[in-house]
């Protein structure tokens, strides 16, 4: 390649679990720059969660997100006139953005009032394998392997 790989940028802990991946889910659910409220609607979601499982909150959430997070995906590749779905696996950090997004895209279109209710909710049924986030996660898995036969069209 040409040119040089951009620096990977430091992301800050949060300030409640000293945690990085805490921040960068808070960064991908934040609206117009309102961090604070973001954090806010976060923390408030975990101690729904604290509260209906009896449980530590942060093991649960880290337990939903790794269940959300895909393996595999398909990419379209054009050969010959022909579209193809090339199942690809995925690096660790496309996973876990993955991941948070399909987390917090389910628990927006998700009912109940309020998002921090919604975000407690999702992250329950994805700690116990169930949700919409799973789903997720388990059709691209599914299309992924429907399409093995193009696996070696891979680049």
Excluded: C
């Excluded at 973001?38 to 969660?49: N, P």
């Excluded at 919604?118 to 996660?137: C, D, R």
């Excluded at 036969?149 to 680049?155: K, L």
């Amino acid at each position: 390649m040409r040119k040089r790989k951009p620096k990977v940028r430091v992301i800050a802990p949060d300030p409640r679990y000293n945690d990085p991946m805490v921040t960068q889910f808070v960064n991908n659910m934040m609206w117009e720059g309102k961090k604070s409220t973001t954090l806010t609607i976060f923390y408030e979601a975990l101690d729904i969660v604290r509260e209906r499982l009896k449980a530590d909150e942060h093991n649960t959430w880290k337990k939903a997100l790794n269940n959300v997070m895909p393996m595999v995906e398909v990419r379209s590749r054009r050969i010959g006139g022909a579209t193809f779905q090339i199942p690809t696996e995925i690096r660790p950090k496309r996973k876990v953005s993955i991941g948070m997004k399909w987390l917090i895209r389910f628990a927006r279109t998700r009912s109940g009032k309020g998002m921090a209710e919604k975000l407690a909710a999702e992250i329950i049924a994805a700690s116990k394998n169930e949700g919409n986030a799973v789903k997720k996660k388990e059709d691209t898995h599914r299309m992924a392997e429907a399409n093995r036969a193009f696996a070696h069209f891979r680049t």
